[in-house]
Nanobody, 119 residues
């Protein structure tokens, strides 16, 4: 079992930056690919970014590529999402996820953290 707790959300003006963190409990953190999804108001939950168990491979949605960076620290059982050049359309609840490579199957979800970007 892995429990995921997100932090770092908040309100920021367009063009600003935020860094999300996801702290995981459980001894098997390093064996999971990790990632982030988001759900904007009135929309479905969408993939944002993923990182392999070793951190050697990452993937991003086209909408955040070049602006967001995912990383992980297995010693701290934490995954991060650095979000730069934020846009109002990035406003959403951001969820941390643990699962298979590429996160086509998610085994564990966090409860989410709100990110609001104002114009």
């Amino acid at each position: 079992q892995v429990q995921l707790v997100e932090s770092g959300g908040g309100s920021v003006q367009a063009g600003g930056s935020l860094r999300l963190s996801c702290a995981a409990s459980g001894r098997t953190f390093s064996s999971y690919a990790m990632g982030w999804f988001r759900r904007a108001p009135g929309k479905e939950r969408d993939f944002v970014a993923a990182i392999s168990w070793s951190g050697g491979s990452t993937s991003y949605s086209d909408s955040v590529k070049g602006r967001f960076t995912i990383s992980r620290d297995n010693a701290k059982s934490t995954v991060y999402l650095q979000m730069n050049s934020l846009k109002p359309e990035d406003t959403a609840v951001y969820y941390c996820a643990a699962g298979n490579y590429g996160l086509t199957f998610v085994s564990f979800w966090g409860l989410g953290t709100q990110v609001t970007v104002s114009s």
